[in-house]
């Protein structure tokens, strides 16, 4: 994320859905600052339908 401008990041994983906002730095010490939206793995196909509401 620290390589890209965008603020929203997506993964899908074996959990429940959450959506969290993540501070860290870099190995460089720049601010890295996004949403992470957290998905289970059964709802890839629904990925597009979701990111339009």
């Keep these: ?3 890209k401008p965008w603020k929203l990041a ?3 994983y074996a959990g429940p859905i ?9 190995t460089i010490g ?3 600052d996004y949403e992470l939206i957290s ?5 890839i196909g629904q ?4 990111l339009s509401i």
Excluded: A, G, V
Excluded at 47 to 50: F, G, I, N, V
């Design 30 to 32: 720049d601010l890295n």
């Design 47 to 50: 990925l597009h339908r979701l």
């Design 10 to 12: 997506i993964r899908f």
């Design 18 to 26: 959450q959506r969290d906002h993540i501070k860290s730095k870099t």
């Design 1 to 3: 994320m620290s390589e």
């Design 39 to 43: 998905l289970p793995f059964y709802l």
